[in-house]
């Protein structure tokens, strides 16, 4: 039977690929309105949450691991906390947006972690959690400084001269 901290870590885990997932999904969606600078950040995005979820796989590694169901996975919100809503973008959306919706993502990770790191079942896991923490926020405080050097869109950025008109 699955320990605590495997269940801890399996939704870790999930929580990382569902990011990459969902950045890959957004890539896809900005390469196909030829928004390529925003397709590659997301890309970029979703290598970064695939290398920390291989990290979160080796500690796996001990544990039997559970193969929770959809439903069974508690998050504080509807889907994992560190992968954004689609509803928070947008096919005009320039890189500095992308990344605002990257940093919103990582802050949602690590205070997850950081809840876990305070409260968790085990003291394994909250060490565990705490290391995720520290991760996040590093990932966290990389976002800040990268986002510094991209220029703030202009108020009218999701402005569109010729929106799509769809005959019925």
Known sequence: MPTKVATFLAH???MENEAADRYEELADTMEVHNNPDVA????Q???FSRHHAASVAERTVPHEM???KS?????NSLEPPEVGAVEGTH???TPYHALSFA???ERRGRDFYAARAKDGETAEI???AAEMAKEEEEHVQELERWITSIPRPDSDWADDPDDAVVAD
């Not at 590659?40 to 890309?43: D, K, V």
């Not at 439903?71 to 998050?75: A, G, L, P």
């Open 103 to 105: 940093l919103d993502n």
């Open 12 to 14: 870790a885990l999930a």
């Open 40 to 43: 590659e950040l997301f890309r």
């Open 126 to 128: 909250r060490r565990l």
């Open 91 to 93: 096919y005009r959306m």
């Open 45 to 47: 995005m979703s290598e």
């Open 71 to 75: 439903w069974q996975y508690r998050w």
């Open 66 to 68: 559970p193969a929770l």
